[in-house]
């Protein structure tokens, strides 16, 4: 067998995913949204099962994508673990080679998970996972060929957890945050933090933290103007901050 | 041994070594539920919801695997066996209707129905046949919230979502903005709609998170939306 082509984790796809997709298909207005609501509902279910593998825990019902007006109204395909955040569950079709984004999910997402599909419904498979990306500039789509295999997912979880459980400690940094930041969910703020750590160089460390800290501060709206050198304070605490993230990330790693 | 006994032995004791919240022990499973997919020799069964009783049986694979004891010859063959133990239960679970089931798909749907159950009325499951279902499925539905609010975006009754705008940009209304990202399909971007609008991108977005979501969610709790109705 090569090696670039083992099999995909397989997600049998049981009854109840059917039911519970075949429910918010049926109250959309056309056959064509339904179809998008359907496949998207079975995509969630499918990473949810998957995760109850690796006893993590998630919330369909708290989840956008098991709620009929939300996804009357938006392309969505969230599945919420509780603490942590959101991932967005992509369904990739047969001959289709990239995961498409649509804009209003871009945002407070700690990653998208590929899944693909075949005639067959009942079964799909893990295509794959890339962590959040920033939203400022986002691609509207992921080749397939792009995506990082799925353990990178248990990568991505497992960082937030820990930076989270970090932040609730009595370390000087984590009280510090704990103070200063209160505008913001914790698992927001270590979510970006985790995205500048893995795509910035470490000198940007103290200012893109610094920047995001400063929007949290300010009540979540600001611009690059409005953080100037008052925001010192927010800088020393952000390399602070992201210093001891690192240090736990990389003794993990 | 051969490789894959050792591959499976060495996932196994590294499940055993690690906490269950753990990289190590996640990565571990992950792979130990691969390995588990691809050996010969687990049961199968013809029942549509064969895949409810593969996936308890994962589940309980993930919260027992601590018990499994290989017995010689063969790690993988003892292993498939272990399983097969309970994946023949989770089978026959499927032939003994559950009376705590939401949903009670093998129940006959009607006294004098005889033999019928959902199950057998369900069609195969597949791509190619989802729009027929869908729309079926539709047709049956007589208070469609998509189609309420498509409709209450189209008629804007109270003029509600029309009078929504960021100052000075009455065009850029939560009704036109809903007609574009609501019931277009694919919906127009954000930035293009600014642009058409003249409006900054970051207004456009910033009226549509604050103001045009909000209403659109309050529209359709009025509309009778519940959320019991969620699973």
């Keep these: ?253 | 041994m051969d490789d894959l006994d050792r591959r499976l032995s060495a996932l196994i004791a590294e499940i055993r070594q690690n906490p269950a919240n753990s990289r190590k022990w996640r990565t571990a499973m992950h792979k130990l539920l691969w390995e588990i997919q691809q050996l010969p020799g687990l049961k199968k069964s013809a029942h549509q919801n064969y895949p409810a009783a593969l996936n308890r049986t994962l589940e309980w694979v993930s919260r027992e695997i601590d018990k499994f004891q290989p017995r010689s010859p063969s790690v993988s063959k003892s292993l498939v066996n272990w399983i097969n133990g309970t994946l023949r239960w989770r089978i026959q679970d499927l032939y003994s209707p559950d009376k705590d089931a939401p949903i009670s798909l093998d129940a006959p749907i009607a006294v004098d129905a005889g033999e019928t159950t959902r199950i057998e009325l369900l069609p195969d499951f597949t791509l190619s046949g989802l729009d027929g279902m869908i729309e079926n499925a539709q047709k049956e539905t007589t208070q469609r919230i998509g189609l309420e609010l498509e409709l209450y975006i189209e008629q804007d009754p109270e003029g509600k979502l029309r009078n929504s705008y960021p100052r000075s940009y009455p065009e850029c209304n939560c009704q036109f903005l809903s007609l574009r990202r609501v019931l277009k399909e694919p919906p127009d971007k954000f930035k293009d709609l600014a642009k058409e609008l003249n409006v900054k991108y970051t207004t456009l977005n910033s009226h549509w998170d604050r103001k045009c979501e909000p209403s659109l969610q309050e529209i359709a709790r009025n509309l009778g939306y519940k959320q019991e109705s969620q699973p």
């Excluded at chain 1, 949810?48 to 919330?59: A, G, P, V």
């Excluded at chain 1, 990653?111 to 962590?131: K, T």
């Design chain 1, 1 to 253: 067998m090569n090696i670039a082509e083992l099999p995909l984790l397989t997600v049998p796809l049981e009854l109840k995913a059917h039911e519970m997709a075949r429910q918010l298909a049926a109250v959309q207005s056309t056959v064509q949204k339904g179809k998008r609501v359907y496949l998207n509902a079975l995509a969630v279910y499918a990473v949810h099962s998957y995760l109850k593998w690796l006893q993590i825990e998630t919330d369909l019902k708290f989840s956008d994508s098991f709620n009929p007006a939300k996804v009357a109204l938006a392309n969505i395909a969230d599945l919420v673990i509780p603490g942590i955040g959101s991932l967005e569950c992509r369904p990739v079709l047969p001959g289709e080679t990239a995961i498409f984004l649509p804009e209003e999910i871009i945002e407070n997402r700690i990653g998208y998970v590929g899944v693909q599909f075949s005639d067959r419904l009942d079964s799909v498979q893990l295509l794959g996972f890339v962590p959040s990306l920033d939203s400022s500039n986002p691609p509207q789509q992921i080749a397939v060929a792009e995506l990082m295999p799925i353990d990178a997912l248990i990568e991505q979880i497992t960082r937030l957890e820990e930076a989270i459980a970090f932040l609730e400690t009595n370390d000087p940094v984590a009280i510090q945050v704990r103070s200063t930041i209160q505008t913001q969910s914790q698992s927001n703020i270590v979510a970006q933090l985790e995205r500048i750590y893995r795509t910035c160089d470490e000198y940007e460390w103290r200012y893109a933290g610094g920047e995001m800290l400063a929007g949290s501060a300010a009540g979540g709206e600001f611009t690059r103007e409005s953080v100037d050198s008052a925001d010192t304070d927010l800088e020393d605490l952000a390399e602070a901050l992201l210093e001891k993230l690192a240090e736990i990330w990389r003794d993990a790693a």
